[in-house]
Nanobody, 126 residues
Framework: QVQLVESGGGLVQAGASLRLNCAAS????????MGWFRQAPGKEREFVVS????????YSADPVKGRFTISRDNAKNTVTLQMNNLKPEDTAVYYC???????????????????WGQGTQVTVSS
């Protein structure tokens, strides 16, 4: 079983950057596809970005494309989400998640992810 803990959230102004970290324990995340999802108040949780097991392939949802970058360090058992040029509409709780199902390009369903972190709040003021 993999346990995930997110950190790095906070309150920032529009245009700022934040770096979210996801630390895994229990097992190595090496074999797993990892992703970030987010849930804004009153909305359903949505896919943000994913990364293949070796970091060679990534896919970002359209709202964050060109602004958010996912990376991973399997040796350190961590996944990072670099968020630049943040907008008020990026305000949400951000979740790190993992799955064994192979990576594919495109929006991934949250139902295919097997383990989740508790989330970290990101608030962007205008």
């Amino acid at each position: 079983q993999v346990q995930l803990v997110e950190s790095g959230g906070g309150l920032v102004q529009a245009g700022a950057s934040l770096r979210l970290n996801c630390a895994a324990s229990g097992r190595t995340i090496g074999p797993y596809v990892m992703g970030w999802f987010r849930q804004a108040p009153g909305k359903e949780r949505e896919f943000v970005v994913s990364i293949s097991w070796n970091g060679g392939r990534t896919y970002s949802a359209d709202p964050v494309k060109g602004r958010f970058t996912i990376s991973r360090d399997n040796a350190k058992n961590t996944v990072t989400l670099q968020m630049n040029n943040l907008k008020p509409e990026d305000t949400a709780v951000y979740y790190c998640a993992g799955r064994r199902t192979a990576w594919r390009e495109g929006v991934l369903s949250e139902t295919t992810f097997e383990f989740w972190g508790q989330g970290t709040q990101v608030t962007v003021s205008s």
